[in-house]
């Protein structure tokens, strides 16, 4: 089993493509992680995520 860790900072669309494209990666047998700022992540999707320790400028 393949363990994935991706960082994605910035606004909700910029961290979205990268949920987009680990929950592709998931249904192909990765264990996959995103690193983001709470308030980015989008509503909704329940798997693996991790908040970043700060707060972005642009709330």
């Excluded at 363990?3 to 987009?20: I, N």
């Amino acid at each position: 089993m393949t363990h994935l860790t991706m960082l994605a900072l910035g606004s909700r669309g910029d961290v979205l493509p990268y949920v987009v494209l680990g929950a592709g990666l998931q249904q192909h047998g990765f264990t996959v992680r995103v690193v983001t700022f709470e308030r980015r992540w989008p509503p909704g999707i329940t798997w693996n995520s991790r908040p970043y320790p700060a707060t972005p400028n642009n709330s």
